[in-house]
């Protein structure tokens, strides 16, 4: 087909659009809950409640988003409308999130956070969704898709990461007031602005940069009246395929035990192993090594074992490396904090197996566009955006859930707030390792054996192609 092969300009601007959901991540992920209940005095547990709850009504306009993108009129394709639409109003959501009023305080912001929350994700869900879903479309080529898909997830993990060191090392700085940069509020407020920026800039870019790719994209189906009933019987025909289950549900275990790691991150790194926000700043400049790492092996890997293969071999090894060093912390086996050998150690392991999940993340992404070819040989519809959104609707779903299972784990481990690190009992702190590893490792693993169901490989992607009538072109 004339566009098997895509330029790599294309592929750079395509790739720097992940930039802004990398960005919005980090700073859900990571800094939300610390901000927000070390910070602000908000209890923990309410800091979960809004995102768990943002996040579940978020989720449920995905597949809409997705549908209404796949079915989209317009002179710039199905895609791009929605790409310049969001970008100003989730920029400044963005900012709000991050400079609360100052009239209120501790769990009074609640209902602020909360309003927050959701009008970000939603925001940047109508941006998010028809951008990620356009790589079926600039493509049909099984290791192409992969290649393309390297550019975005080096992006998004780049981006992101960069953002989370230079707020570490630059705004969330010890002052006279704050003995710890984690209670720095001022610099969470500066954190909002130079993200805002960042998520516009990303958001433009990719939008102009892929605009001379419409014509080559796949046209909207005819247009037709629809109600309601009928839009979700086509979306659940299309997604009532054995492969898409499978990777429905890895999705689900694996969002689950993301949100766990990512919540509780900060955590592990100031109170479990003792690291400043310097040190903390550089473990976060190190995942740009990472992102390389999987820029380079995922295609790699994917062309020599095939996604599946691929996917399931870095998957076991990305998500039991980094939790195998808190086990051996609990066993005695690791140096104490403060050990001039401790942060060299985690630090190299870090960058191995955040490279892997990088790689995996790809290879996974890469197996969903797969099935868009699939689908049509069983429905006749090219249903990119309903894909798509499908699997950012269950990450957002259950990721709630992986975030008050952090808070739940601080809470079991009677882990105090507003507490210095010095001051934290090491019971608490023990507890918290104890608590975390087989968390996360039993949802990882489970989500691997979910992998091992999906049956698309590269015969059946060119016997499909084949079916369609454009595999000769290939």
């Not at 976060?284 to 995922?298: F, K, P, R, T």
């Not at 074992?305 to 005695?332: D, E, V």
Request: charged share 10%; proline share 4%; net charge positive.
């Amino acid at each position: 087909m004339k566009n098997s092969h895509i330029s790599p300009v294309n592929k750079l601007t395509y790739g720097i659009g992940s930039i802004a959901y990398g960005v919005k991540s980090n700073g859900f992920d990571y800094w939300f809950l610390i901000f927000y209940s070390q910070a602000m005095g908000v209890d923990a547990y309410l800091v979960g409640l809004a995102l768990m709850i943002s996040l579940v009504i978020d989720s449920l306009s995905d597949p809409l988003i997705g549908y209404f993108s796949d079915n989209t009129h317009t002179r710039w394709g199905r895609r791009h409308p929605y790409m310049y639409a969001a970008a100003i109003p989730v920029s400044f959501s963005y900012f709000f999130i991050w400079n609360p009023p100052a009239s209120l305080s501790g769990n009074e912001l609640f209902g602020y956070i909360l309003c927050l929350a959701i009008l970000v994700r939603t925001l940047i869900t109508i941006y998010e969704i028809p951008n990620s879903a356009m790589v079926a479309e600039m493509t049909e080529d099984y290791d192409e898709r992969t290649s393309i898909l390297s550019y975005r997830f080096f992006f998004g993990w780049s981006g992101g990461t960069l953002m989370g060191a230079c707020t570490s090392y630059y705004l969330l700085v010890p002052t006279s007031e704050y003995s710890h940069g984690t209670f720095n509020v001022a610099g969470y407020g500066q954190m909002g602005l130079v993200a805002a920026l960042i998520i516009f800039t990303a958001i433009m870019t990719s939008a102009i940069g892929t605009h001379n790719l419409i014509p080559k994209l796949k046209p909207a189906p005819s247009k037709r009246k629809l109600t309601i009933r009928q839009i979700y019987r086509e979306i659940f025909e299309t997604l009532r395929n054995r492969s898409f289950v499978a990777l429905f549900a890895a999705a689900l275990f694996g969002a689950i035990g993301t949100g766990t790691a990512a919540g509780l991150s900060l955590y592990l790194n100031s109170f479990f192993w003792g690291f400043s926000t310097a040190q903390y700043s550089l473990i976060s400049l190190s995942v740009v090594i990472s992102a390389i790492i999987g820029l380079v092996i995922s295609p790699m890997v994917s062309r020599k074992l095939g996604k599946k293969r691929a996917a399931i071999i870095t998957g076991l090894l990305a998500f039991t490396i980094l939790p195998m060093t808190i086990i051996l912390r609990l066993l005695g086996l690791m140096p104490e904090n403060g050990d001039p050998l401790l942060f060299p150690i985690i630090l190299s392991v870090t960058i191995i197996d955040v490279g892997l999940i990088i790689s995996y993340q790809t290879i996974t992404t890469s197996m969903i566009a797969d099935l868009v070819e699939q689908s049509e040989v069983n429905t006749g519809r090219r249903s990119e955006g309903v894909f798509f959104a499908s699997m950012t609707f269950v990450k957002k779903f259950v990721q709630g859930f992986g975030v008050v299972m952090a808070s739940t784990i601080l809470t079991i481990a009677q882990f105090p707030k507003g507490v210095s690190i010095e001051n934290v009992p090491s019971e608490a702190i023990f507890q918290l390792g104890a608590l975390y590893v087989p968390t996360v490792v039993t949802v990882w693993m489970i989500m691997i054996w979910c992998i091992s169901y999906y049956e698309v490989d590269r015969d059946q992607h060119t016997a499909n192609l084949n079916t369609l009538g454009r595999g000769a072109k290939n």
